[in-house]
């Protein structure tokens, strides 16, 4: 077996080194005053390992992301930002949707698909390719306060719009399997709770 953090020979899909690199973030506002609450930093391994979901359907860092977020958050219903439908067509799997759908299960709370699945994915400069257009349309209404869930957060813009699309006196927060904010064009604006 090789590690999914490092590429190197393993008795299991995270080895011992990789395991105890993946650090939570401190959790953070983002502007509006919406909550954010991240896993792992967006760095080694744990980037190595979204990547891996994200790309190679590796379900499993879903799994390892829903147990280490699911204890840290009130009981709400989890809303997913879905991935493109191009996309998830071309890699067969929704990570934001497979890290909700686990922690649905560990808080016994409700999975609310309430943002529409975008046809194409907004290829933008900068880094931050691949992302969801910078407005999400809303399927149904939402049912009081909600959590919303991604795999990365990578500039902030994508969530905002999410929290935006909700409206934000109706998102209790917002959850990442990575954070990845601090090197974002977003982070003079984020604030670290104090
Ligand atoms: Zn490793």
């Given at each position: 077996?090789?590690?999914?953090?490092?590429?190197?020979?393993?008795?299991?899909?995270?080895?011992?080194?990789?395991?105890?690199?993946?650090?939570?973030?401190?959790?953070?506002?983002?502007?509006?005053?919406?909550?954010?609450?991240?896993?792992?930093?967006?760095?080694?391994?744990?980037?190595?390992?979204?990547?891996?979901?994200?790309?190679?359907?590796?379900?499993?860092?879903?799994?390892?992301?829903?147990?280490?977020?699911?204890?840290?958050?009130?009981?709400?219903?989890?809303?997913?930002?879905?991935?493109?439908?191009?996309?998830?067509?071309?890699?067969?799997?929704?990570?934001?949707?497979?890290?909700?759908?686990?922690?649905?299960?560990?808080?016994?709370?409700?999975?609310?698909d309430l943002f529409r699945r975008p046809i194409h994915?907004?290829?933008?400069?900068?880094?931050?390719?691949?992302?969801?257009?910078?407005?999400?349309?809303?399927?149904t209404p939402a049912p009081g306060g909600v959590l919303?869930?991604?795999?990365?957060?990578?500039?902030?813009?994508?969530?905002?719009?999410?929290?935006?699309?909700?409206?934000?006196?109706?998102?209790?927060?917002?959850?990442?399997?990575?954070?990845?904010?601090?090197?974002?064009?977003?982070?003079?604006?984020?604030?670290?709770?104090?």
């Amino acid at each position: 077996m090789v590690c999914q953090g490092c590429f190197t020979p393993a008795e299991t899909l995270v080895c011992r080194q990789c395991r105890v690199s993946l650090r939570p973030p401190p959790e953070k506002i983002l502007p509006g005053g919406v909550r954010l609450v991240s896993a792992f930093e967006h760095t080694g391994a744990a980037a190595r390992l979204v990547h891996g979901l994200k790309y190679r359907g590796l379900v499993w860092y879903a799994e390892m992301v829903a147990e280490t977020l699911a204890p840290l958050l009130p009981r709400a219903p989890l809303v997913p930002i879905p991935r493109a439908w191009s996309r998830f067509a071309r890699y067969g799997v929704d990570p934001a949707r497979e890290i909700a759908l686990r922690i649905a299960r560990i808080n016994r709370v409700a999975l609310v698909d309430l943002f529409r699945r975008p046809i194409h994915s907004a290829r933008r400069a900068g880094g931050d390719h691949g992302r969801l257009p910078a407005s999400l349309a809303i399927r149904t209404p939402a049912p009081g306060g909600v959590l919303i869930v991604d795999d990365v957060v990578t500039t902030g813009a994508t969530m905002l719009a999410a929290v935006n699309a909700v409206g934000s006196d109706r998102v209790i927060g917002v959850v990442a399997a990575n954070d990845a904010t601090a090197r974002s064009t977003l982070a003079g604006n984020v604030l670290q709770r104090s």
